[in-house]
């Protein structure tokens, strides 16, 4: 089957509540999120909650006016040298094309506000693109977090939700990928897992996300103004003890027209170590335990560029 052809498990959190779990749809769904996550490691998730107007001004009165600044504006997004991901990323070998940047704890109204000041020094553009952004950053961590609490549901472990949740943070990323302006695909994001927990990406109406499934088939993951797609990220398959799985994923464009994303991904400041009620004779322990920016580390050092499982290379048992 060709790329075009396949598509991710579609799942309607139409009628879940974040702030009610269990409530409506809730276990019905919750079903079909373990199914997907153990399988194929991600799904498209129709989301209504963050509405095509917010999409809108996600994207027109935030990411667009972000990626119109100067270079020099743009590289102050940094959280210092010893956190390079957490910040700008730009002119990078084999990433043509592609610019980021990205706000620690973007779903809080303090940070987006900082961020913004630090963007535009003198004030002007910033309560429109800190209401754009905060509004939908807030919007997809609601369902970031309700993936999340559902996962913890499902494996029998939702004791661990509420602490765990206390000390996991999260990123929202804004990225530009560049129109090649030919009819080819280039590849502007390669081939990779994500380290963190979860990830949820919103696109905005040019395509280009391609999720791998098991079997080694592309999907292209087709922007709608309703959906998001959620991912299982290395972090979550380590904490899980391999329950889950972390899609290969790569970013490509055709065309002339430029493509933008944003995205929310949530990553631990906890140790990583299944806990005790995953591990049994049926799953003996698949990982050793592990801070996950050692891990980051790892995965873009040499020795980590040469492994195809990464997180086996780096701490498997
Ligand atoms: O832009 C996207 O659709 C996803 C990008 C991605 O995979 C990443 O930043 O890890
Ligand atoms: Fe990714």
């Excluded at 996550?37 to 917010?54: I, K, M, N, R, W």
């Excluded at 959906?227 to 790569?250: C, E, F, I, K």
Aim: glycine share 8%; aromatic share 10%.
């Amino acid at each position: 089957m060709g790329a075009d052809a396949a598509q991710l498990p579609r799942i309607d959190f139409s009628g879940v509540d974040p702030s009610s779990p269990g409530a409506g749809t809730w276990s019905a769904v919750r079903a079909q999120v373990m199914e997907a996550l153990t399988t194929v490691g991600c799904f498209d998730a129709q989301y209504p909650a963050l509405s095509p107007e917010q999409r809108a001004a996600l994207f027109d009165g935030g990411v667009r006016p972000l990626f119109a600044l100067p270079a020099e504006a743009k590289r102050r997004n940094s959280y210092g040298a010893d956190k390079p991901f957490h910040g700008y990323l730009g002119d990078i070998p084999g990433y043509d094309g592609y610019e980021s940047l990205a706000i620690v704890d973007g779903t809080k109204p303090e940070p987006v506000r900082d961020f913004a000041a630090l963007m535009w020094p003198d004030g002007r553009s910033n309560d429109g693109f800190c209401d754009a952004v905060h509004g939908a950053a807030a919007r997809i961590f609601e369902l970031e977090e309700a993936v999340r609490r559902m996962v913890m549901e499902g494996l029998g472990v939702a004791k661990y939700h509420d602490v765990l949740s206390e000390s996991t943070w999260h990123l929202f990323r804004m990225s530009e990928y560049q129109a090649p302006n030919a009819a080819e695909k280039t590849l502007r994001y390669p081939v990779h897992q994500d380290t963190n927990m979860l990830s949820v990406v919103c696109q905005h109406e040019v395509e280009g996300l391609e999720m791998q499934t098991r079997d080694g088939e592309w999907v292209l993951v087709k922007p709608s103004p309703t959906s998001l797609v959620v991912m299982v990220g290395q972090a979550l398959r380590a904490w899980t003890n391999d329950r889950l799985y972390a899609p290969l994923h790569r970013i490509t464009v055709a065309g002339d027209a430029t493509r933008y994303s944003a995205m929310l991904f949530s990553a631990p400041n906890y140790m990583i170590q299944a806990p005790d009620e995953l591990v049994d004779d049926e799953h003996p322990p698949r990982f050793k335990p592990h801070d996950n920016n050692d891990y980051i580390r790892f995965c873009v050092s040499e020795e980590g560029a040469r492994h195809e499982d990464k997180l086996k290379a780096f701490c498997g048992v």
